[in-house]
């Protein structure tokens, strides 16, 4: 079992940068590719980015591409999301989220969700 909890969210006005974490613990987090997904009022899950166990193959979004970047750092069990030019149709809650194995751009593939962390980004 692995244990996920996001933190960073908050309330930004567009342009500004924001920076998510998900702090792991249970089982090694190097075992897991991380991934992170977003949901907002009434629209269904959708993913964010994504990392590979050792952090050398990640992917995005096309949303996301040139302004997020996602990083891990196995040593502290934690995941992170840099989130830069922030729009207003980025206000969701984000997720982090873990399954074994290569990373995968859906969210049915993923066994472990943190909590979330809700993310608003004003005009």
Not at 52 to 72: L, N, Q, V, Y
Not at 113 to 120: A, I, P, Y
Request: hydrophobic share 35%.
């Amino acid at each position: 079992q692995v244990q996920l909890v996001e933190s960073g969210g908050g309330l930004v006005q567009a342009g500004d940068s924001l920076r998510l974490s998900c702090a792991a613990s249970g089982r090694t987090f190097s075992n897991y590719a991380m991934g992170w997904f977003r949901q907002a009022p009434g629209k269904e899950r959708e993913f964010v980015a994504a990392i590979s166990r050792s952090g050398s193959s990640t992917d995005f979004a096309e949303s996301a591409k040139g302004r997020f970047t996602i990083s891990r750092d196995n040593a502290k069990n934690t995941v992170y999301l840099q989130m830069n030019s922030l729009k207003p149709e980025d206000t969701a809650v984000y997720y982090c989220a873990g399954r074994s194995g290569f990373y995968s751009s859906s969210h049915l593939l993923y066994n472990y969700w943190g909590q979330g962390t809700q993310v608003t980004v004003s005009s």
